[in-house]
């Protein structure tokens, strides 16, 4: 298959495209180079596909490379945080007009099959079970909770302690930051885009991926890359909460694996979600314990608080993944940590300093 991979020099991406050629697949990569995740010249593990430097929006662009291409995997994104609500107009314009101009040129050069990478972070909280009122969601925790060391979200009925469970992908969708929310309106405009066409979409929900090529030194980047960068700078992770919020953290390789799967098998549906997920979650203070012990660096520093727009548990339900795409993790997570302590990383990136017009 011919194959247009969108940030193909990034993270994520250029490992799927690695693992698209080393299956015999020829890789179209074009990617942006956003200061947010590089340095503002291509890594040297993206020459073996030769990036065409260029953005998503440009639909010219995008006409051009199309040509001949069997599918597309769309992984360019503004992903993260970010720095404060000025980072809103950037999001919506990468992830959102993006997006929608990759499916226009899609539809123009009669290109039928995405993979899209969404994120988890569509689903807001995890999957919450009451005693007393079953399956329930959380309203969003308060600030003077975080402040105060109350960090496990309440029944919204009773007020009572909630069990955390499995999150399967048709929860409810409740985005909780400007990223959340851009990454859902991408899904919806690719849902609508296949049903108009009768293209299909895999829009792969990734948890928290980790790995080699994580952008440093940047707050747009995983919770993985913030405490690496900490210890190899001689600092202790800061923990924010009390450590104990739970995720699941998911190997790159694995991610990539994902992907070609995606691009291989027909999709059942227009539009078809799937948590990409290593299915043994573990909390944000075992990393920091994890990688500090794989660094030879300092102990983790739980410093309470919470930003905003965090949750407190999201676990993944990896059994729609594995039912409809064959895909099960095969990175655990101490073996990935370890590799991870010592993988190369990009270099650090542009940051850029906020703006009251998120220019």
């Keep these: 298959m ?33 200061p947010e995740a590089h340095g503002g010249t291509p890594p040297e593990w993206s020459e073996r596909h030769g990036p065409v430097i260029g953005d998503v929006r440009d639909l010219e662009l995008l006409t051009r490379l ?68 079953g399956i329930v969601r ?47 309106a991408q899904e919806h405009l690719a849902g609508a885009w296949a049903r108009q066409t009768g293209g299909t979409v895999w829009a792969l929900r990734y948890h928290n991926v980790y790995g080699s090529r994580m952008p440093r030194d940047t707050p747009y980047a995983g919770v993985a890359s913030i405490f690496r960068s900490a210890l190899a700078a001689g600092r202790p992770p800061r923990v924010l909460e009390d450590g104990r919020q739970r995720r699941d953290f998911v190997h790159v390789s694995d991610v990539a694996a994902a992907n070609l799967l995606a691009l291989t098998t027909p999709a059942p549906d227009a539009l078809t979600p799937v948590n990409v997920c290593s299915g043994q979650p573990h909390t944000v203070g075992e990393l920091a314990h994890e990688l500090a012990a794989a660094m030879g660096g300092p102990a983790p520093v739980v410093v309470g608080g919470g930003r905003p727009a965090d949750v407190r548990h999201v ?37 850029r300093t906020p703006s009251t017009t998120g220019g």
């Excluded at 799927?16 to 990617?31: K, S």
């Excluded at 990478?117 to 009451?130: D, L, P, Q």
């Design 315 to 351: 676990v993944a339900d990896p059994t729609r993944a594995a039912r409809l795409l064959g895909f099960t993790a095969r990175t655990g997570f101490a073996e990935g940590v370890a590799a991870f302590a010592t993988a190369p990383s990009r270099e650090p990136a542009a940051i």
């Design 66 to 133: 199309l040509a001949g291409v069997d599918a597309v995997c769309h992984q360019a994104a503004m992903v993260g945080h970010g720095l404060d609500p000025s980072d809103a107009p950037r999001y919506a314009a990468h992830n959102d007009l993006g997006t929608a101009t990759v499916l226009a040129a899609m539809h123009a050069a009669g290109v039928r099959r995405l993979v899209l990478a969404s994120s988890m972070v569509v689903y807001g909280e995890g999957r919450y079970h009451c005693p007393a009122h």
């Design 138 to 184: 959380p309203d969003g925790r308060l600030a003077a909770d975080l402040a105060a060391g109350r960090y496990e979200p309440t029944c919204p009925e009773c007020a009572g302690v909630l069990a955390a469970g499995l999150v399967p992908e048709d929860a409810p969708l409740e985005p909780r930051s400007t990223y959340a929310a851009t990454k859902l």
């Design 2 to 34: 011919r194959i247009l991979v969108t940030g193909a020099a990034g993270f994520i991406g250029s490992h799927v495209a690695d693992l698209l050629a080393d299956h015999g697949h020829e890789v179209v990569a074009m990617d942006a180079l956003l």
